[in-house]
């Protein structure tokens, strides 16, 4: 995917960053697959329990903190 310069440099994205896109009830957000993208899901899947389950449970509060995030 290329996004422009003048853009990239707006959002703070180097070139060549590896971005992976979210599906939202808006369309498509394109975010930088960085060390904060994985923070978001640390400890998601350790220890016992239902590991799909928590995933689902994760990205459910990841939706709502965008939902209520001001654009």
Request: charged letters at 35%; hydrophobic letters at 35%.
């Given at each position: 995917?290329?996004?422009?310069?003048?853009?990239?440099?707006?959002?703070?994205?180097d070139?060549?960053?590896?971005?992976?896109?979210?599906?939202?009830?808006?369309?498509?957000?394109?975010?930088?697959?960085d060390?904060?993208?994985?923070?978001?899901?640390?400890?998601?899947?350790?220890?016992?329990?239902?590991?799909?389950?928590?995933?689902?449970?994760?990205?459910q509060?990841?939706?709502?903190?965008?939902?209520?995030?001001?654009?």
């Amino acid at each position: 995917m290329v996004i422009p310069a003048p853009l990239r440099r707006k959002l703070g994205f180097d070139q060549g960053t590896k971005v992976v896109t979210v599906e939202t009830d808006d369309g498509v957000e394109v975010r930088p697959l960085d060390d904060r993208y994985f923070e978001r899901f640390a400890g998601v899947l350790s220890g016992e329990g239902d590991a799909p389950q928590a995933l689902l449970n994760a990205r459910q509060k990841e939706k709502a903190r965008e939902h209520d995030r001001p654009r």
